[in-house]
């Protein structure tokens, strides 16, 4: 079976699939993009990633060039097709293409649209889960509007490869003063030694993470004690568990900070509970 692609109103070989060299998104990073899990043939939380990617467009004034229920038909479409039961579907909305020149291009080319999805294998992230992660600690060397999910991802990506060559799956951004922002591509979280669950309040400095407003709703309905602010990378070394949220992840334990094992340096009982309760707080779209 050949995989199959979204791009700008039509459906295409992945292979095949191809957007303009003058596509703004691929000059400029002018663009912003969503995923979104698929567990057992389920879009997760599809609603709030579409609110989230609705914001995002218009931070960054680009619109949506069709309506939320046509892109969910062409979302459940590609994961349909390629035949995905656990995995990831990608969204991804440019300003469009126009001769290069920073300014807004007049009139508003159409916006360029692309959607994938691929399988993950399940099993592969609970044994992931089940032996915890390392993560290293980097300058948060981003932009200021780091709550807009730009294809713009540079610093992460550099973060995330420094991550890799030290052994670790994940890098925490830390800021000028010392606290940690968040990962690479996920929002970090500590649980002190009494119990409280810390994660950085989502006014500045990370992206509202969707992974991290369900947890936060699904911590609450478990009567945890949750703190939103901020915490230095100290405080998180010497926290009895530290774990990491995103879609692609769900709940995935940090066992290692630096050359710091976290708690006993194996996953905990918070984060291993909240990652088994997660999808009961989800919401489930059936493809
Ligand atoms: N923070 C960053 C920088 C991310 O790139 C992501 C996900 O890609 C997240 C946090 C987690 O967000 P979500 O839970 O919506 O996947």
């Not at 609603?47 to 979302?75: F, N, Q, W, Y």
């Not at 294998?121 to 999910?149: C, F, Q, S, Y």
């Amino acid at each position: 079976m050949s995989r199959l692609a979204y791009v700008n109103g039509r459906y295409v070989r992945h292979a095949d699939a191809a957007v303009h060299i003058e596509d703004r998104g691929y000059q400029f990073g002018d663009g912003v993009y969503e995923v979104c899990e698929i567990r057992d043939r389920a879009i997760i939380d599809l609603d709030l990633h579409l609110d989230r990617l609705d914001r995002s467009l218009s931070e960054l004034r680009i619109v949506m060039p069709m309506s939320r229920a046509a892109l969910t038909a062409v979302l459940r479409e590609v994961a349909r097709e390629n035949r995905v039961r656990d995995g990831l579907v990608y969204i991804q909305v440019t300003r469009g293409v126009a001769r290069r020149d920073h300014y807004f291009p007049v009139p508003a080319p159409r916006p360029a649209l692309v959607v994938t999805a691929r399988s993950l294998d399940r099993r592969k992230g609970e044994a992931a889960a089940n032996e915890g992660i390392a993560v290293i600690t980097r300058p948060d060397e981003r932009w200021a509007r780091v709550d807009i999910k730009t294809t713009g991802l540079l610093p992460n990506v550099l973060a995330k490869q420094a991550a890799r060559e030290a052994g670790a799956r994940e890098a925490w951004l830390v800021d000028r003063d010392g606290y940690v922002t968040e990962g690479g591509s996920t929002n970090a979280w500590i649980v002190t030694a009494d119990g409280a669950l810390v994660t950085r309040p989502a006014e500045r400095g990370i992206l509202r993470g969707i992974t991290r407003t369900v947890l936060l709703k699904a911590a609450e309905a478990a009567g945890l004690r949750v703190e939103e602010r901020p915490f230095t990378v100290a405080e998180a070394k010497a926290a009895r568990e530290a774990f990491v949220t995103a879609a692609s992840t769900i709940v995935m334990p940090v066992v290692r900070i630096d050359d710091a094992p976290v708690g006993a340096g194996r996953p905990g009982p918070f984060a291993l509970s909240l990652r088994g309760g997660f999808h009961e707080h989800a919401q489930h779209t059936p493809i």
